[in-house]
């Protein structure tokens, strides 16, 4: 008989960021309520109609569901749900890209300019 064991929490959390990575930050419902299992207070970033506002992932559908109900006509809707750019996932799991060279100038690669 063959078993198979759950992921490890750790690298269920891994493999779901870099998924959402993969999606430039943006989560799909299922996502959301996987990530609520795996790191409920990990922050993401609600926009809506109206503006947008960060919240911990396990309030995310709650505040969702607000909008969604308070705003029936009014023009208020859940335009999506993602990553904030601060969040740590963006410095580990998507590196800078290497220096280019050719025609194109790297910022961080070409030689500083001498004063006269």
Known sequence: MITTTPLDPAMALSRLLQEIINQHGFLQEPQLE???ELDRLRPVLIRCSGGRFT???Q????FIEIIEATTVGVG???RDVSLPTTDETYRTM???PAA????LIDP???PLA???
């Not at 309030?59 to 709650?62: E, G, L, R, S």
């Open 34 to 36: 996987e990530l609520v």
């Open 55 to 57: 919240c911990p992932a």
């Open 108 to 110: 961080f690669t070409r």
């Open 100 to 103: 280019v060279s050719g025609n």
């Open 76 to 78: 208020e809707y859940v």
């Open 94 to 96: 998507n590196p800078q």
């Open 59 to 62: 309030d995310a559908k709650h």
């Open 114 to 116: 001498r004063r006269l």
